[in-house]
């Protein structure tokens, strides 16, 4: 079904290739910049990811000014403005992020406050705040699951209320995205297979979404298809470059896909259990997939036999479910990938009132969720319930 109005919009440039974060000079030299600051984590720094990186960038005649090194898993508001504050400090031309998710969300929301200065949570929190264009950055994803090198969005902790702000523009799209498998290899199976359910999860909800169109559909398909591919080969051979790259493309295609249909009940529910419990989001989407599925299954039946076919199996709804069941299990018996709540954790020190009341409480949050909103069926607490006890276990 064609809907009466869609868009398409993602503005930064991907370049893929093996070893090409070693040197990309050819797309700096396109970009107006001479002096960059880095922004990084503290394990990419002790495996020495980032030395090739650097000394690459250096060899192509740029100047790196400062590197930050200290962005935690969850990006917090703090350290966005510690490194909004050093690329001021410096008069940096631009960004370069070299990271995960929480790395290259901190890099756009700080480019927000290094570019046009003001306070980030009053000024630009929300969605369509920012006024005119931001400085180059350039990101250099080291997982392959969030998306976040094409999206317009960035998720920021806020310490004091523990909430996640969300800032949504199309003025945070990167400028430019390195695909390099070469840097993915360090990361461990279990995070491997996480993360990579998180896209499989954002190419699923995309193309079962309400703002589905044939555009995102095109890119959901065929990151459904990738991760088919390519993730149990990542997890168990974390050295297999195809595969590493496989998921690379699938987790951007998959980004590309949610960035503009979004995402539903499953990231609803995770989110929910994230914010409650600390779960991985990654490991929560996977945990929550089957059963988001069950739950939106009789409502667009013919969208989960097309996600079928791309997973590679009989071409019908339920057999959608039973293939992601199946490949949660292989993900289990491969690094232990938590199949359950239960399995995760998250019951920990709780009397069985106080698991009740987290069950509950996870049902109740993806209600409010805003994901909710673009969910093909209706979340109703009472009846999402029911699909977070089954994935209690
Ligand atoms: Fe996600």
């Given at each position: 079904m064609i809907p009466d109005f869609f868009q398409y919009q993602c503005p930064t440039k991907i370049v893929y290739g093996v070893g090409l974060s070693r040197d990309f000079s050819a797309e700096l030299a396109g970009l107006p910049l001479k002096k960059l600051v880095v922004i990084t984590d503290r394990v990419l720094e002790r495996l020495k990811v980032i030395d090739p990186i650097i000394e690459g960038v250096k060899n192509a005649g740029v100047e790196i000014l400062e590197i930050y090194t200290d962005v935690p898993p969850n990006s917090e508001v703090k350290t966005v403005k510690k490194c909004a504050e050093m690329a001021a400090r410096h008069h940096a031309d631009g960004i370069l992020a070299i990271g995960g998710g929480s790395v290259i969300d901190t890099a756009k929301a700080a480019n927000i406050v290094f570019t046009h200065g003001g306070d980030l949570v009053g000024d630009y929190s929300g969605t369509q705040t920012i006024t005119s264009p931001l400085k180059p950055l350039i990101v250099i994803p080291t997982t392959a699951g969030t998306g976040s090198e094409v999206t317009q969005a960035a998720v920021i902790l806020d310490q004091q209320t523990h909430t996640k702000l969300s800032f949504v523009d199309h003025y945070l799209y990167p400028t430019l995205a390195i695909l390099d498998p070469e840097v993915t290899v360090s990361m461990p199976p279990q995070i491997t297979a996480a993360t990579g359910m998180d896209a499989l999860t954002h190419a699923i909800e995309a193309c079962v979404g309400i703002q589905s169109n044939p555009i995102s559909d095109g890119f959901a398909m065929k990151a459904i298809s990738l991760v088919r591919h390519h993730l149990v080969t990542a997890v168990k051979d974390g050295g297999n470059l195809e595969a590493r790259g496989g998921m690379l493309t699938a987790a951007v295609m998959a980004g590309i896909a949610f960035d503009h249909s979004l995402v539903g009940v499953v990231h609803g529910m995770a989110h929910a259990a994230g914010g409650l419990t600390g779960l991985h989001h990654g490991t929560a989407n996977s945990i929550f997939l089957p059963w988001g599925m069950e739950y939106n299954l009789e409502t667009c039946p013919e969208k989960f036999a097309e996600v079928a076919n791309y997973l590679g199996v009989k071409k019908e709804g339920r057999a959608a479910i039973q293939e992601v069941q199946r490949l949660q299990k292989e993900l289990h018996e491969a690094c232990g990938l938590p199949m359950t709540l239960k399995e995760a954790g998250i019951?920990?020190?709780?009397s069985l009132k106080g698991l009740e009341y987290m069950l509950e409480a996870i049902a109740e949050g993806a209600v409010n969720d805003g994901t909710s909103f673009y969910n093909p069926r209706e979340v109703v607490k009472e009846e999402v319930l029911v699909q977070v006890r089954k994935a209690y276990g």
């Open positions: 019951d920990a020190g709780l």
